[in-house]
């Protein structure tokens, strides 16, 4: 076991014989890793994973071992891979889509039993309306708007706290171009131009800009800036996104013509749950968390963010972040 592998471990000693390796392996691994040692002359082992405990975590490692003889002693060497944050991540997000099966589960039955309510009351609504008894109308509209607006409320209470476990899951980095995988996003949004009324426009200085970061992640920050650009943007407007290279860092802005940030509530834009969020030009409701999301998750990949806005001129945020990430 050299250096590398004892640092990797945690580990300075120096192990004097295999049964000492062995005491590091979890038992039920470490009794078929034996049983195909015992077959390594006519079969090497190759990527077979097994559970380490170190410091009384455990870490998970892919041994390739093979016997060589070069003095007339057969000798078992080899090399080992640890794969634990791989092991991890996956962890993370089976977890994480276990969580949201379960909201899915639980809007599905919840919503369809309110569908099924909505039905008999616009049934009823249609009866009093041929009956012309205005009362019972009303009465049974106002039913149906109550229903709508509970509804409204528990998938609204279930998206807050969705937005906030999807943080949950760790970064996932990556040497990615970003110019191809904006353009991409950007191409999905223009697909709903007409609908919305907003035109989209990508701006990059260069065809090709790469960068380490958590693709997921960085999706899940545009998509939030661009809704709530959307939401205070009159039909007609204008989104800019716009890549520019600065030799080691990026900038990423989003830029939009909309009715702008008052000054008494710019001190709050990136605050968790803020009191001062304002229903959008639609009446869309405000989480509350959306841009302190984005700024949470760009400080995580190792950047910053600010924003310049005027009242009925527009808002641009700006996004800075290294090309390369350093887990210090």
């Known amino acids: 076991m050299n250096h590398s592998f004892r ?10 014989n295999l049964s000492d390796i062995l005491e590091l392996i979890h038992r039920e691994d470490r009794e078929s890793l034996l049983r195909e040692l015992d077959g390594i002359e006519v079969k090497p082992i190759e990527k077979r994973a097994v559970r380490f405990w170190v410091g009384g975590n455990v ?18 060497v080899g090399f080992a891979e640890d794969f634990t944050e791989e092991v991890e991540f996956q962890k993370n997000i089976l977890s994480h889509n276990a969580k949201k099966n379960a909201i899915l589960n639980i809007l599905s039955h919840d919503i369809a039993g309110s569908f099924a309510t909505l039905r008999n009351l616009t049934d009823l609504a249609m009866g009093n309306m041929r009956n012309g008894d205005p ?31 999807s943080l949950s899951v760790p970064l996932k980095m990556e ?3 970003l110019v191809p995988m904006i353009r991409d996003f950007l191409d999905q949004c223009a697909r709903m131009e007409t609908h919305l009324g ?17 693709e997921d992640k960085l999706i899940q920050v545009l998509n939030n800036l661009i809704s709530n650009s959307l939401k205070f943007t009159h039909p007609g407007g204008t989104i800019t996104v716009s890549l520019i290279d600065f ?15 008052p000054e008494d509530m710019k001190s709050q834009v990136f605050n968790k749950f803020n009191d001062q969020s304002r229903t959008g030009l639609n009446g869309e409701k405000a989480n509350g968390i959306g841009l302190w999301v984005v700024k949470t998750v760009v400080e995580w990949m190792g950047g910053s963010v600010d ?12 996004l800075e ?6 887990h210090g």
């Open 307 to 318: 924003f310049e806005s005027r009242v009925n001129e527009g808002t641009e945020f700006f």
């Open 135 to 165: 009362g019972s109308l009303e009465n049974a509209l106002s039913a149906i708007r109550d229903i709508c607006m509970s509804n409204m409320s528990l998938i609204r209470s279930f998206l807050k706290k969705e937005f906030i476990t």
């Open 198 to 214: 907003v035109f989209f426009v990508f701006s990059t200085d260069l065809p090709s800009i790469t960068m380490d970061m958590d």
């Open 59 to 76: 870490r998970h490692i892919r041994l390739t071992l093979y016997q060589i003889d070069t003095s007339g002693m057969p000798e078992c």
């Open 7 to 16: 640092f990797s471990m945690g580990s300075e000693k120096v192990p004097e």
């Open 175 to 177: 040497r990615v171009d």
């Open 247 to 261: 030799g080691d860092k990026v900038r990423l802005s989003v830029r939009d013509t909309g009715i702008g940030i």
């Open 321 to 326: 972040f290294p090309k390369t990430f350093s």
